[in-house]
């Protein structure tokens, strides 16, 4: 990812584990469609390019902790960096609901202080008082209505769209399938494209597909509403890496630029696009298959043009 460090905040010294320059494959089984394969950085997230940017920008602005609301991927990636950098990591995370046992194991073997909370909400509670009180580095959101994660690591996400844009020999894919919750890649993505097209280097911005677990973004979308209203969240949702239930503004903002489109899927679906790209060989994490069920929608709507899902993480 540092290849691309000119267009990234100065930093002294990257803390980096090798994330970034992940491949672009093309599915045997859907022709016309890529796989970016996020799988591949070194946690088995796309969160890594988020985390190795943010922790560096932490350590050089020296801060001693840095901290996450995350009960996954952003946790581990988090702690991950953390620990190559020689920082403190605090997890927030609600009881019961860590994405699996591997997940906790994993972060106490890179040293992370995980504290558990009561409820969703608390978690941000607990950041906003440690980031007031401790002088933590929040990595995650915690404002209401959501916003971004921290944006120096956001920017991050940008790499994805050089790295795309170059790995097709500095042309575009007509779509991208996004897996997303609060939209920080999406948003990031589409913010890299339209850098790299004002520089000359590609002719245009890719249209994204937002797949979402809950509505609030594609209501925005269609209807005209700049900040999303919070969906209905029921008590259990299995695909909890995009499970947020209110949808950013920036999240909005990116899908109409690109002129794309939001696609809402549930928990069945998103079963049944994982045990599809398994049988094909793709072992991916039960939110990451919703890139590969929106490949598939978009073919299923007519469109004949290149694709790109983006599969965020390992299953």
Known sequence: MWKWREFF????????????????????????????????NPTG??????????????????????????????????????????????VLAKEGAMASADTERSLRALGADIRFTESWHERWTELERGVREQGWYPVSNYRVPPLSSQPVGVRAYRSLAYE???????????????????GDALCAMVAGFEEIRELGWISRVP???????????????????????????????????????????????????????????????LAEAQADAASHGWLVEFS???????????RQRGHEGDIVALVTAAG
Not at 9 to 35: D, I, K, N, Y
Not at 54 to 61: D, H
Not at 79 to 85: D, G, I, L, P, V
């Open 9 to 40: 905040p100065p930093l002294p010294s990257p803390v980096s584990l090798g994330e970034g320059g992940t491949p672009l494959v093309p599915l045997r089984h859907l022709p016309g469609v890529w796989v970016k394969d996020e799988r591949a």
């Open 45 to 90: 997230s796309f969160k890594d390019r988020m985390a190795s940017m943010a922790v560096s920008w932490a350590q050089a602005q020296g801060f001693g902790t840095v901290a996450v609301a995350s009960t996954g991927n952003a946790a581990v990636s988090t702690a991950a960096y953390a620990a190559a950098a020689g920082l403190r990591c605090v």
């Open 164 to 182: 795309i844009a170059e790995q097709r020999d500095w042309s575009v894919p007509d779509w991208i399938a996004v897996p997303v919750s609060r």
């Open 207 to 269: 249209r994204m597909l937002a797949v979402v677990r809950f509505p609030s973004l594609q209501e925005a979308v269609r209807s005209g509403r700049e900040q999303p209203l919070a969906s209905e969240y029921p008590d259990r949702v299995a695909a909890v890496s995009i499970s947020d239930p209110q949808a950013t503004a920036a999240a909005v903002r990116a899908v109409r630029h690109s002129g794309g489109d939001v696609l809402v899927v549930g928990d069945d679906d």
């Open 288 to 298: 990451s298959a919703a890139a590969m069920a929106g490949a598939v929608e978009l």
